[in-house]
């Protein structure tokens, strides 16, 4: 069983950075893939960045050249690293851990750009 615990939202500016982590509890050896996901009000939850095993990313094209996701491996925490925030990023972030078609889902962690 893995436990992902989301941390590092919060109210920022637009134009401000934020770097979101994803820590997980438990083995991820051997995982596929980890993500971050969003689902802002009144929407439906959207992918936002992915990193495999093999350390290939990929990104919604909205947030490709402002937001980076990385993962180290020896602390189990995988990262968002958010820049030039928009007032649309505003959403609940979620990551989530896939083994295969297994996947574990944080509780997620609001993000809140406004002036």
């Known amino acids: 069983q893995v436990q992902l615990v989301e941390s590092g939202g919060g109210l920022v500016q637009p134009g401000g950075s934020l770097r979101l982590s994803c820590a997980a509890s438990?083995?991820?050896?051997?995982?596929?893939?980890m993500a971050w996901y969003r689902r802002a009000p009144g929407k439906q939850r959207e992918f936002v960045a992915v990193i495999t095993n093999g350390g290939i990313t990929n990104y919604l094209a909205s947030v490709k050249d402002r937001f980076t996701i990385s993962r180290d491996n020896s602390e189990n925490t995988m990262y968002l690293q958010m820049n030039s925030l928009k007032p649309e990023d505003t959403a609940v972030y979620y990551c989530?851990?896939?083994?295969?078609?297994?996947?574990?889902w944080g509780q997620g962690t609001q993000v809140t750009v406004s002036s």
């Open positions: 989530n851990v896939a083994f295969g078609a297994t996947v574990y």
């Open positions: 438990g083995s991820i050896f051997g995982f596929t893939s």
